[in-house]
């Protein structure tokens, strides 16, 4: 009797946990988006009791209506213009060093994923202090002072590893006969390499590039360390006064928003392209 008790609520806990871990996850991010449509305090803070406010959208419109240097979408255009550079230039070159690291010998790969995986893992204070000591003994002695331009090498010195983490195990896949049979046929190595290498690792390229953007705009340490006037959206809302902002609550639920319709579209192309090559394979 016991027996098949215990079994029973093996065999619940089997089929239901996976509901709860997702619960977890996602309830608190609707309950953002629900949060978005309340009011705020005269201090800009997020309201808990629904229905307080003026009006629903008045989080959603101050969002949008702050042009002061210091707003959100002077913060926001910011992380623009830095996600902008450190994405193509970081993918580019985790993309060139998967190459190299496929076409080297074990010892070589295994040093460069050493090299990357290290990167990694330093704390983000420890890579932010050595960055701006950097930057002290090389950028500042030039007369330019710590901003844009520094936030950009920082940000591209420590998303690298991340794309060539990303970009590499669909390089290793790559089959050397691709390569020879692109040669035997008289394409350059320019050529093999954008016709044959890149469409190859394309897939991880795209996952690359949306780790890269996505870090970038995420990280707060190493660039307060280095930034020095100028502010990301990630500095401004860790520096934010106390209190939960309302202008954050209402941004994290435009990314959530966001996110959702993303997901959607793209589940909704990925059936549409199923559809179209179940039709294609009936008409034959």
Same mark, same amino acid.
């Given at each position: 009797m016991h027996k098949i008790q215990l079994s029973s609520v093996l065999s619940f806990l089997r089929k239901t946990y996976i509901y709860?871990?997702?619960?977890?996850?996602?309830?608190?991010?609707?309950?953002?988006v629900a949060l978005s449509f309340n009011g705020q305090s005269p201090k800009g803070n997020i309201l808990l009791n629904f229905g307080d406010g003026e009006k629903w959208n008045d989080n959603w419109i101050?969002?949008?209506?702050?042009?002061?240097?210091?707003?959100?979408?002077?913060?926001?255009?910011?992380?623009?213009?830095?996600?902008?550079?450190?994405?193509?230039?970081?993918?580019?070159?985790?993309l060139f060093t998967a190459f190299g690291m496929w076409s080297s010998k074990q010892k070589t790969?295994?040093?460069?994923?050493? /090299?990357?995986?290290?990167?990694?893992?330093?704390?983000?204070?420890?890579?932010?202090?050595?960055?701006?000591?950097?930057?002290?003994?090389?950028w500042i002695p030039l007369g330019l002072d710590y901003g844009y331009a520094t936030t950009v090498i920082?940000?591209?010195?420590?998303?690298?590893?991340?794309?060539?983490?990303a970009i590499y195990p669909r390089m290793a896949s790559l089959k050397n006969n691709l390569i020879n049979a692109s040669n035997d046929l008289g394409a350059s190595k320019f050529k093999t390499f954008?016709?044959?290498? !890149?469409?190859?690792?394309?897939?991880?390229?795209?996952?690359?590039?949306?780790i890269v953007t996505a870090i970038s705009f995420d990280d707060f340490?190493?660039?307060?360390? !280095?930034?020095?006037?100028?502010?990301?959206?990630?500095?401004?809302?860790?520096?934010?006064?106390?209190?939960?902002?309302?202008?954050?609550?209402?941004?994290?639920?435009?990314?959530?928003?966001?996110?959702i319709f993303g997901t959607l579209?793209? /589940?909704?192309?990925?059936?549409?392209?199923?559809k179209s090559k179940n039709k294609t394979l009936w008409k034959k």
């Amino acid at each position: 009797m016991h027996k098949i008790q215990l079994s029973s609520v093996l065999s619940f806990l089997r089929k239901t946990y996976i509901y709860f871990l997702l619960a977890l996850i996602y309830i608190p991010l609707i309950f953002i988006v629900a949060l978005s449509f309340n009011g705020q305090s005269p201090k800009g803070n997020i309201l808990l009791n629904f229905g307080d406010g003026e009006k629903w959208n008045d989080n959603w419109i101050s969002l949008f209506s702050d042009l002061s240097s210091d707003g959100f979408l002077a913060n926001l255009l910011n992380s623009v213009l830095v996600a902008l550079v450190v994405t193509p230039v970081s993918v580019i070159i985790g993309l060139f060093t998967a190459f190299g690291m496929w076409s080297s010998k074990q010892k070589t790969r295994n040093f460069i994923r050493s /090299a990357s995986s290290i990167n990694i893992s330093i704390p983000d204070i420890i890579a932010g202090i050595s960055l701006s000591l950097l930057f002290a003994v090389v950028w500042i002695p030039l007369g330019l002072d710590y901003g844009y331009a520094t936030t950009v090498i920082a940000h591209i010195s420590f998303c690298t590893p991340y794309a060539i983490v990303a970009i590499y195990p669909r390089m290793a896949s790559l089959k050397n006969n691709l390569i020879n049979a692109s040669n035997d046929l008289g394409a350059s190595k320019f050529k093999t390499f954008m016709k044959v290498i !890149v469409p190859h690792v394309y897939p991880s390229i795209i996952a690359a590039a949306i780790i890269v953007t996505a870090i970038s705009f995420d990280d707060f340490v190493i660039t307060l360390l !280095v930034s020095g006037n100028f502010r990301t959206i990630a500095t401004k809302i860790y520096l934010s006064a106390k209190g939960i902002k309302a202008w954050i609550v209402t941004f994290g639920a435009l990314l959530v928003i966001l996110f959702i319709f993303g997901t959607l579209i793209l /589940a909704g192309f990925k059936i549409y392209k199923v559809k179209s090559k179940n039709k294609t394979l009936w008409k034959k």
